[in-house]
């Protein structure tokens, strides 16, 4: 017989398993969006209402001409944005449904390998593609045209967008085409039903949920982009985060904040649409095919269709890929700045990078703040799963994801105002301590559904047989449940540690003059790039692409032993 907890105590170690999250999301999220919220509503900005109440900053949203076209330029980006995704992403994620599952997941992992790279190493690849003395203007002036401006101007920060986007919608339609039961086409086909019926009738509609839902996510996302407008953009195509960043610098926390407001709102709302038709499953899309998928059914046809689809999908992947490829060269220019095709062969700028304090030091910070992140995010998020999967309360398992995912939801750059805005009346600015709550809170969600998944995925049995040999639950589950879940604590603690390390906007407002490595290359490609710059993205880009490598030749065919052994065979 299973032996029964108290139900006090059984509470008290629930609520002692959450109180981490409850304490960082006071912290991190609800005490800087309430300083937010406040300074919105007073007439100076200040995070008090002794000066009074207001709402002419939010009314000057809709009556200030400049925060009109903000706004309406922003909106203009993620529609663009969205619609240049879509476009780009269905017929590659139909060619992969429809291809075998092992050749579909070679691609599939050429195509996410710039989702691991930093963001600021794909902006920085863009910037010597665009720019006036590059490649693309290389090549007009080599045959001997004037060079164009595409650089700091709507198509360059689109072109960032769609980028940086593609993955998550890749992902997302990706696994809902492989859900697909092929067998529903088999019928059509019998009955006679010719391929444009079949798509519009059958496809299309089962498709829908994740193309709208994706659609909006990417939206949501597009709306909250700091990094890529303030790089690839100009004066022209300022986005509501950006503009809430010049408030900031000039101390007009009303309007940012009442502006920052209604970023969120819009968010939330998206969000909520979003997960009402996909659930959690859009921040982390399964990309794995189906069982009754069409990668596991009949052979890829060939018409117009699939020969589409193939060129989609080698597009897809130069427009991917070959924007990293072309920084590597540019780091062993021996030039005091970076240029296209590079002049001379040094390794002197690596050795800056490796000896030089200012990056050794920006290094290092990101270095113990990743690590720091990629041992709390995981033991929070194991926790908290462990509560979601104990507890019988549906309204409990429902708020706990409620409250893991708010980060998410909330737009970064509100995130890091408010938490300037809090760290700063602390004294915390600059400080390494003050840099690691902001980095858990965004990778704690991840690592909450890699751990979560571990542990659904468990047999019960074996803890409640543990229970009836008098075993303790808390003793079953350190030497039961926790080491058959290793490799999913492993992976979450390598995902938080990537999200710390790439992480730029919140450490961008707190660290001051002692930056992190992801804001010491961001505030170069803002002032003027040396040829260090590309040097440290070769260096982060390594390890990616021999891991990368390390998959894909995991998923390459391997011959039988059969084939390999004949003479066994034989026998």
Do not use: C
């Amino acid at each position: 017989m299973e032996r029964q907890r108290p139900p006090s105590r059984a509470v008290f170690t629930r609520w002692l398993l959450v109180l981490p999250l409850i304490v960082i999301i006071g912290l991190a999220v609800l005490w800087p969006m309430g300083s937010i919220l406040l300074r919105s509503f007073t007439p100076e900005g200040t995070a008090s209402f002794s000066d009074g109440f207001t709402f002419e900053h939010y009314a000057s949203i809709f009556a200030d001409d400049v925060l009109r076209n903000v706004t309406w330029g922003t909106l203009k980006l993620g529609v663009y944005s969205t619609v240049g995704t879509v476009i780009f992403t269905f017929p590659v994620a139909y060619l992969l449904s429809r291809l075998k599952a092992r050749t579909a997941g070679v691609l599939l992992l050429v195509l996410l390998l710039p989702f691991w790279v930093s963001i600021l190493v794909r902006l920085f690849s863009y910037t010597t593609i665009l720019g006036r003395n590059g490649i693309i203007n290389g090549i007009i002036k080599f045959f001997g045209g004037d060079g164009v401006e595409l650089l700091f101007n709507t198509p360059a920060v689109v072109i960032g967008m769609i980028a940086y986007l593609s993955p998550y919608m890749l992902l997302i339609l990706y696994a809902g085409m492989t859900g697909i039961d092929q067998s529903l086409v088999t019928v059509a086909k019998t009955m006679g039903a010719s391929g444009m019926q079949i798509f519009r009738r059958i496809i299309m509609p089962l498709i829908m949920p994740s193309l709208i839902s994706g659609s909006l996510l990417v939206f949501v996302l597009a709306l909250g982009f700091f990094l890529t407008p303030a790089i690839l953009g100009g004066p022209k195509n300022m986005t509501i985060p950006v503009y809430i960043e010049q408030q900031i610098g000039i101390y007009q926390w009303g309007s940012a904040s009442a502006t920052g407001i209604v970023l969120a709102v819009v968010s939330l709302i998206g969000y909520a649409i979003a997960m009402r038709i996909a659930g959690t499953s859009i921040f982390i899309p399964s990309a794995g095919a189906g069982s009754k998928g069409s990668t596991q059914a009949e052979p890829l046809p060939k018409n117009a269709t699939t020969a589409v689809s193939w060129i989609f999908t080698v597009a897809l992947m130069a427009f991917m890929i070959l924007p990293l490829l072309v920084v590597v060269p540019t780091a062993f220019g021996d030039t005091s700045q970076v240029q296209f095709p590079p002049k001379g062969f040094t390794l002197d700028w690596f050795s800056e990078v490796l000896t030089s304090p200012t990056w050794t030091d920006a290094i290092s910070k990101s270095f113990v703040v990743g690590l720091s992140v990629a041992i709390l995010s995981p033991l929070m998020a194991l926790g908290v799963a462990r509560v979601i999967q104990q507890t019988r309360r549906p309204w409990v398992k429902s708020l706990l994801m409620v409250v893991s995912f708010a980060p998410l939801v909330i737009p970064v750059i509100l995130l890091a105002i408010g938490n300037f805005d809090v760290q700063n009346g602390l004294r915390m600015t600059g400080s390494t301590i003050g840099l690691i709550p902001l980095h858990v809170i965004i990778s704690y969600p991840l690592a909450l559904l890699v751990i979560t998944n571990a542990l659904n995925r468990q047999d019960r049995a074996l803890e409640e047989a543990a229970w009836s040999m008098g075993i303790s639950r808390i003793r079953t589950f350190w030497t039961i449940v926790v080491p058959s879940i290793v490799p999913a604590l492993m992976a979450a603690a390598v995902l938080s540690f990537v999200t710390s390390w790439d992480e730029a906007v919140l450490s961008y407002f707190q660290t001051g003059s002692y930056p992190t490595l992801p804001v010491q290359i961001f505030s170069l490609i803002k002032s003027g790039v040396t040829p260090a710059v590309p040097a440290i993205s070769v260096l982060l880009m390594l390890p990616v692409v021999i891991v990368t490598l390390v998959l894909i030749i995991r998923q390459l065919p391997r011959k039988s032993k059969k084939l390999q052994n004949p003479a066994e065979a034989a026998q």
